[in-house]
């Protein structure tokens, strides 16, 4: 069977879904209702951006939130208001988007890069303990494309350390680890909201967190270093102006309703491929969830090739059947400009086992009719069947 690729029919000629999703007639009514109030920013009065905090702190199992601009200045706004800052150290896994390490810069910290654990790629409590030194203030666990991390046990090391817990929930709306919603299972947790995740307005973020005071500095940071009840002009703490308008909150919070009937829709189109890629006996593998997973948000599906293959071929022929995949995250360790800004790299094989062998499926393609997850199967096995030969010295 010959590749598209080379000229071949491809296995999918069809458009995948698009994301994000058209505007429902909720979001439509909300949006216009905020765009002629006039009451566009945070502060000017209108009720979306405070509707949407209370909504998702409630759903995280928490009494707090704070909405800001996107899910990075999230991650930094927590950090500060729960006391981390220059001189300390923050760790954080070795397979995740940089963003991860960055918000720790902006906070005056130093990212220290432990790595994943090599089965379900989440941050490793092993790796964490042996990256422990006298100036760790806090671990950054991050629940890796939809996936709960196994927190219990990072949480228990946190305890015993006296160290803060951040999670950072960019990819896992929804997702819940023992029954317990994520996001307020550690002293915060960030949530995205930028263009490819599960809820999006294009960018913003939003941090819950369960403690008064650390809420009240949190949202000091996000807001200038106001006091809340204080004067307007008045600025007792060293803040930032990181808000969430009322127009993205307004196409926001009535995605809350469908959430879950979307998170649904993609566990059927991931369930649907596993049995596909079973079918077809083919040498590829879907990542399992951490322990503990009682939802997984289906952000993405990741895949495991458990055999030796050109990454570039495999990506390109991919895309010409009709049914691109996504490289992933190199490890965070490569990253030149982390180290010269003093992150530490502690080894991290997991994390590049799974530079070398897993491949992502994106969102938008999660939520087509579970009937296609077929055209995955079919398109790796012919592209796999079609693989150059790889030097493997």
């Known amino acids: 069977m010959t590749l598209a690729l080379h000229g071949g029919t491809p296995v999918r000629s069809a458009p995948w879904p698009a994301w994000p999703p058209p505007l429902d007639p909720a979001q439509r009514a909300l949006v216009t209702e905020v765009l002629e109030s006039g009451r566009w920013g945070a502060t000017q009065g209108g009720s979306a951006v405070t509707d949407l905090t209370a909504a998702f702190a409630r759903g995280s199992g928490v009494p707090y939130g704070v909405a800001v601009g996107n899910a990075t200045l999230g991650l930094f706004a927590a950090l500060r208001g729960l006391g981390v800052g220059r001189g300390d150290e923050v760790i954080v896994p070795a397979y995740t988007f940089v963003a991860s390490a960055t918000a720790v810069l902006l906070a005056g910290a130093t990212p220290v890069?432990?790595?994943?654990?090599?089965v379900d790629l989440h941050l490793s409590p092993e790796a964490v303990e042996a990256a422990l030194t006298g100036r760790t203030a806090a671990i950054m666990p991050v629940h890796l494309a939809g996936s709960?991390?196994?927190?219990?046990?990072l949480n228990a090391l946190a305890a015993r350390h006296g160290l803060v817990v951040v999670e950072d929930a960019a990819q896992a709306h929804g997702a819940t680890y023992k029954d317990r919603p994520?996001?307020?299972l550690g002293d915060a947790g960030v949530y995205s909201f930028q263009a490819s995740k599960a809820m999006t307005a294009g960018e913003g973020g939003l941090i819950v967190c369960r403690d008064e005071a650390a809420y009240e500095a949190i949202w000091s940071v996000c807001n200038l270093g106001r006091k809340q009840g204080g004067q307007w002009y008045g600025h007792p703490t060293i803040g930032w102006n990181l808000r969430l308008t009322e127009i993205q909150a307004a196409l926001l919070l009535p995605w809350l309703d469908r959430l879950d009937a979307e998170i649904d829709r993609r566990e059927s189109f991931c369930t649907a491929a596993e049995h596909a890629l079973a079918a077809e006996q083919l040498p590829v593998s879907v990542v399992p969830r951490p322990p503990g997973?009682?939802?997984?948000?289906r952000h993405l599906l990741m895949l495991r090739v458990h055999v030796p293959v050109d990454?570039?071929?495999l990506l390109a022929a991919m895309a010409a059947e009709g049914v691109p995949l996504d490289a992933g995250y190199p490890p965070l360790g490569t990253f030149e400009a982390l180290a010269r800004e003093g992150a530490r790299a502690e080894p991290y094989p997991g994390a590049e086992a799974a530079?070398?062998?897993?491949?992502?499926?994106?969102?938008s393609m999660l939520m087509d009719d579970?009937?296609?997850?077929?055209?995955?199967?079919?398109?790796?096995?012919k592209v796999l069947a079609a693989m150059p030969p790889r030097d493997q010295a």
């Open 113 to 118: 890069i432990a790595d994943v654990d090599p």
């Open 182 to 184: 994520i996001g307020g």
């Open 148 to 153: 709960p991390a196994d927190m219990d046990p």
């Open 293 to 297: 997973t009682t939802r997984d948000s």
């Open 355 to 363: 530079a070398r062998e897993v491949v992502w499926v994106r969102q």
């Open 311 to 313: 990454r570039e071929f």
């Open 370 to 381: 579970p009937r296609h997850a077929v055209h995955l199967a079919e398109a790796l096995a």
